[in-house]
């Protein structure tokens, strides 16, 4: 397997859904489907479904009080129609509704919270993951180091 190609395919597709994420507006974050969106614990992912078919994705661990949120996947027919955007609005809004926060791995959930402020209190504020260097890059000097030294303990 051609790791290089892989990776600018992982990148195109990240592109993608930023691309799709940054020009929504919070009351267009819904898809034109009707989406059931359903938590499975079992295989740690929420999956958006269509007429019974998984179309989505977005894939998390439980770490302590905390929900690390680590890929969003959409199938390619289904790209560039909100279905993200619905995808990672309703996990969020589930986290917020069980009281957990969130430490963000996938650059396009961090993309998503940076452009949907009603989100970014979910952010753990010693995790918040690499997905979200837009709002980590604004932390103060020490409130990053006092970040780093809980990490590695």
């Known amino acids: 397997m051609d790791f290089e190609a892989e990776q600018a395919a992982y990148q195109a597709r990240n592109a993608e859904l930023i691309a799709e994420i940054s020009t929504a507006r919070v009351e267009d974050l819904c898809s034109a489907w009707d989406l059931e969106i359903v938590n499975d614990p079992q295989h740690a992912r929420w999956e958006a479904i269509l007429n019974e078919d998984s179309i989505g994705e977005l894939s998390y661990r439980l770490v302590g009080d905390r929900i690390v949120l680590l890929s969003t996947w959409v199938s390619y027919p289904y790209r560039q129609r909100r279905v993200a955007t619905e995808l990672i609005a309703r996990a969020l809004d589930q986290i917020r509704a069980v009281g957990k926060t969130v430490t963000v791995i996938c650059p396009v959930i961090g993309e998503f919270i940076a452009h949907n402020e009603k ?30 030294e809980q990490e590695v303990g």
């Open 119 to 148: 989100y970014r209190g979910l952010v753990d504020p010693l995790h918040p993951g690499s997905g979200m260097s837009a709002l980590h890059a604004s932390a103060s000097d020490e409130e990053q180091l006092i970040a780093f």
